[in-house]
């Protein structure tokens, strides 16, 4: 099966910086869209940023100016890197691929495949 591993998440402190990766593992024949979304304690998921096979990107609007979102295509990988970090990006952060798998040799296509998530806290 495929899976989506995050990494980097942790402890900031206000006004610092992060780098979180996820890579994509598994079966896969195609990634288009990869994207991180965040959950913070009692409010619903948002986009932080996506961006697709070609390098197109969107930024949420909570984070333009300070998130940049990268992909390696070869390696199946997306990144995020945040800076001026504030107590309010304190999340759950969130890796998400659109992406087409062989499953016992079917091809499947799945939109919104979700990685187990990494929590970001920001110290104040």
């Known amino acids: 099966q495929v899976q989506l591993v995050e990494s980097g998440g942790g402890l900031v402190q206000a006004g610092g910086s992060l780098r979180l990766s996820c890579a994509a593992s598994g079966r896969i024949f195609s990634i288009s869209a990869m994207g991180w979304y965040r959950q913070a304690p009692g409010k619903q998921r948002e986009l932080v940023a996506s961006?697709?096979?070609?390098?197109?990107?969107i930024y949420g609007d909570s984070v333009k100016g300070r998130a940049t979102i990268s992909r390696d295509n070869a390696k199946n990988a997306v990144y995020l890197e945040m800076n001026s970090l504030k107590a309010e990006d304190t999340a759950v952060f969130y890796c998400?691929?659109?992406?087409?798998?062989?499953?016992?040799?079917?091809?499947?296509?799945?939109?919104?495949?979700w990685g187990q998530g990494t929590q970001v806290t920001v110290s104040s």
């Open positions: 961006i697709t096979s070609g390098g197109s990107t």
């Open positions: 998400n691929a659109d992406l087409c798998y062989s499953d016992h040799d079917v091809p499947v296509c799945q939109k919104d495949y």
